[in-house]
């Protein structure tokens, strides 16, 4: 939690207002026996405002961490990469590019999108991605316009439950399907309060 979600915008305005209620009540006190209480009670007010303004758009800015968080935990952080004709059972995932070769099996995550060259009994999990509970085959066949549901692509951070396959990196990072849902995420801004609206259009 930071000062950022309490003192941003339109919260300003708000702190700027309950301080100026506090000082009319303050200088109305010093000046009269029997002061009104309004101007403390309204300070009060929309301090607890702004606080509880703040608190909601921490919670939001939470989510929106939480989000990325998950995210980054489905980034596998090896694989298994045939380039210049070699075998390399340890190449990092962040070195991967396009046209590279990747060989996966049964408990690894895909490391890219990537289009299946050769299969055996290959069946992914792509439940991180679409919502699926129930395995899925993919194998080296004819694909079809919709690329999310082509049957010879492999998602990256899906999980391949069964079987092996190689393929053809087709996208990597945040050009993945994945990294585009991830892109979307982060840029999604939360609605103006009603408050907002009614300021705005006043």
């Known amino acids: 939690m930071s000062l950022d979600d309490f003192a941003v915008g339109f919260s300003l305005l708000i702190w700027f207002g309950?301080?100026?209620c506090l000082l009319a009540?303050?200088?109305q006190s010093s000046s009269k026996?029997?002061?009104?209480?309004?101007?403390l009670y309204l300070?009060?007010?929309l301090i607890g405002v702004d606080v509880i303004c703040g608190l909601f758009s921490f919670y939001q800015n939470f989510k929106s961490s939480k989000i990325m968080h998950t995210f980054n935990s489905m980034i596998p952080e090896y694989t298994s990469?045939?380039?210049d004709g070699i075998l390399n059972s340890h190449t990092s995932v962040r070195d991967l590019v396009k046209g590279d070769i990747i060989q996966v099996k049964a408990g690894d995550v895909i490391p890219a999108d990537i289009r299946i060259i050769e299969s055996?009994?290959?069946k992914v999990d792509n439940s991180s991605l679409t919502g699926e509970c129930v395995a899925v085959a993919r194998g080296n066949v004819e694909g079809t316009p919709n690329i999310l549901e082509s049957q010879n692509v492999a998602f990256f951070s899906t999980l391949c439950v069964e079987g092996h396959?190689?393929?053809?990196?087709m996208c990597c990072g945040d050009l993945t399907a994945l990294g585009r849902v991830a892109g979307l995420a982060v840029r999604l801004q939360p609605a103006p309060s009603p408050l907002s609206k009614e300021i705005g259009t006043s």
């Open 120 to 122: 055996k009994g290959f």
């Open 25 to 27: 009540y303050i200088i």
């Open 43 to 45: 300070g009060c007010v």
């Open 81 to 83: 990469c045939i380039r």
């Open 18 to 20: 309950a301080l100026l």
């Open 33 to 39: 026996l029997s002061a009104t209480k309004d101007n």
């Open 165 to 169: 396959a190689t393929g053809i990196v």
